[in-house]
């Protein structure tokens, strides 16, 4: 598992989008029974404090120390720090999750540690988001700075979230899930924000010793016009049945 999240885990847990609730509504309409959950590559714990309003333990890891301090406390949420393997116990956990993470993961590594600690009936659930849209005008000058201006510092798993995890192997029982959404309103802030925790831009600017970012904002900001504006990522998302009884 890669770690480049350590380094801004402060801008990462202040700025990076929140999922909706229909898409937790979703998995759990699937979940047979609501005793642990296991978050992996939890970094500041958004999914595992969701996961905690239905679970009665929630069992979150990570393997930066920086990501789980930024993270959501709750009493129900043990975090912890681990790879793709952990020492839980056998056939104990009914959901596994992992959101906007599963790209930086030992696949091998972990769908064998997937396969020890679920229950027969177990779901495994992984999710991410892609490239936000805003309107044409801002698109256009995004996409470039993505492609064009960061493209070259991108880690080569970036080309997972661009092909929406369907490349990913997924060797479970799969079903089947609707198109979700991420829908917000942001200030011209937020964006410059959420941007600088890309990895590609902390790479840039580890390299270049400067924030492309700024550069971009100053060609947006014309453009941008009122305080907010609806901004809205693509979600995608895979579920499936592990260990099936039937």
């Known amino acids: 598992m890669i770690d480049l999240f350590s380094s801004h885990s402060q801008q990462y847990a202040e700025f990076r989008p929140t999922y909706p609730q229909a898409l937790y509504d979703f ?6 029974t609501f005793e642990i959950a296991w978050d992996s590559g939890t970094g500041n714990g958004q999914a595992a404090h969701v996961l905690s309003h239905r679970f009665k333990k929630v069992l979150a890891t990570d393997i930066s120390s920086k990501q789980l301090k930024q993270a959501n406390k709750a009493d129900s949420i043990s975090y912890s720090i681990a790879g793709e393997k952990t020492e839980f116990a056998d056939m104990s956990i009914d959901l596994v999750t ?10 091998d590594k972990f769908y064998q540690e997937v396969n020890r600690v679920a229950k027969p009936d177990a779901l495994l659930a992984i999710w991410g988001y892609g490239l936000l849209r805003i309107d044409p005008a801002i698109d256009l000058l995004v996409t470039d700075f993505y492609k064009n201006v960061v493209g070259p ?5 970036r080309k997972l979230i661009d092909e929406a995890y369907q490349t990913i192997p997924f060797p479970f029982n799969e ?10 309103a942001w200030t011209i802030d937020q964006l410059e924000g959420y941007l600088t925790t890309w990895s590609a831009v902390q790479k840039y600017i580890q390299t270049n010793r400067v924030n492309p970012v700024e550069a971009l904002i100053s060609q947006i900001a014309p453009l941008w016009g009122v305080q907010t504006l609806p901004v809205t990522f ?9 260990n099936p009884t039937t």
């Open 234 to 242: 693509p979600l995608f998302m895979r579920l499936g049945r592990v």
């Open 98 to 107: 992992v959101a906007q993470a599963i790209h930086w993961f030992d696949l």
């Open 153 to 157: 510092y991108w880690n080569k798993q």
């Open 27 to 32: 998995i759990y309409s699937h979940v047979s």
């Open 175 to 184: 079903i089947k899930v609707p198109e979700f959404k991420i829908s917000l």
